[in-house]
């Protein structure tokens, strides 16, 4: 960008990704950072930005106010799936028509959650991304690695795509364009099906899905409901073999916890619904038993319930 002024981008959600990102595009954008949480907006502000692992603080705004971005070139879309709707409804008939909107969200369910609250038509752009971050304070994110994203098409123009992922690759983050994003979806899909909740529900880290044999089993027959699920939806998966698959994923990330192994352990809500339950709710849809996904959607929410009593 040659003029002085740089382009506007919002993000929903202060947590870690949303931190990650907004760190990495406070680089060459304007970045505010919109959460529901009081201490966790006064904390970013007060400190004058985000920080990502020892690097130096980077200029990002945070608010409690959505109005605040209405005027935003780029709108992302960080928060836990279940909160969806709730943080995006704001933004109905505020929003230019043209300004994408972007969702690189886990599961499935999102899309229709955006469309629900801005209509049908708007300019979203979905994707998938295996960039991890750990949050180790209020604005404040650790990389778990180098990881890669895709961006597609959900509504928005293949112009619009390819600005996203022009924007997303300039603030230093690896970044392709899939013409179709299904694929991919169901990819990340069926990996965070087969590791998130079985780890979660054995406090343990992402590796158990390979070094225990009990664990591996239960997450081979989740992956492969979850193909079946995949392919009867006609979705070509970018893989052949989806229990090799999620082992290579395990592999890159044995050491790590995941996000719904955290929200347990921290009592609070998690994507089960939005992840295993949507391959739970797929199956019926077509006729396709999905006994494993569906014990863990069960196992997963009698565990949330207890840590609420």
Same mark, same amino acid.
Not at 30 to 43: I, K, P, S, W
Not at 138 to 148: A, E, K, L, M, P
Not at 255 to 260: A, I, K, L, Q
């Given at each position: ?13 202060a ?10 595009l ?11 949480r ?11 930005g ?13 608010t409690?106010d ?18 969806t ?66 961006v ?27 013409y ?23 406090d ?21 409901? %979850? =193909?079946? *699920? @995949?392919? #009867?939806? /006609?979705?070509?998966? !970018? ?6 698959? &999620? +082992? ?22 998690t ?5 295993? %339950? =949507?391959? *739970? @709710?797929? #199956?019926? /849809?077509?006729?396709? !038993? ?6 863990? &959607? +069960? ?11």
């Amino acid at each position: 960008m040659h003029n002085d002024v740089r382009p506007r981008v919002a993000i929903l959600g202060a947590g870690a990704m949303g931190t990650l990102f907004a760190f990495q595009l406070a680089e060459h954008n304007e970045v505010t950072l919109v959460d529901v949480r009081g201490d966790v907006v006064d904390t970013i502000n007060e400190i004058g930005g985000v920080q990502l692992d020892d690097l130096p603080v980077r200029r990002v705004v945070a608010t409690r106010d959505p109005a605040r971005v209405f005027a935003t070139n780029y709108l992302f879309v960080f928060v836990k799936a279940p909160n969806t709707l709730a943080a995006v409804r704001p933004f109905a008939g505020q929003l230019n028509p043209a300004t994408p909107i972007v969702s690189l969200q886990n599961g499935l369910g999102n899309e229709e959650a955006i469309k629900t609250a801005l209509g049908g038509t708007v300019p979203l752009v979905i994707g998938i991304t295996n960039e991890a971050g750990l949050a180790v304070g209020h604005g404040r994110s650790r990389r778990q690695g180098v990881g890669t994203t895709v961006v597609g098409s959900a509504g928005a123009s293949t112009e619009t795509v390819r600005g996203v992922q022009r924007l997303i690759a300039a603030a230093g983050l690896e970044c392709a364009m899939a013409y179709d994003i299904r694929p991919h979806q169901w990819g990340k899909l069926l990996a965070n099906a087969a590791i998130n909740p079985i780890s979660a529900l054995a406090d343990a880290k992402n590796g158990i899905i390979a070094s225990d044999p009990d664990a591996a089993e239960l997450a081979r027959g989740v992956a492969l409901e %979850g =193909a079946a *699920v @995949a392919h #009867g939806l /006609r979705v070509n998966l !970018p893989f052949a073999n989806p229990w090799e698959y &999620v +082992r290579s994923i395990v592999a890159l990330s044995a050491d790590g916890r995941n996000s719904m192994t955290i929200d347990l352990a921290a009592h609070m809500k998690t994507e089960i619904d939005y992840v295993n %339950g =949507a391959i *739970v @709710a797929a #199956g019926r /849809r077509l006729g396709i !038993p999905t006994p494993y996904n569906e014990v863990l &959607v +069960r196992l997963v929410k009698a565990k949330e319930n207890a840590s609420r009593e």
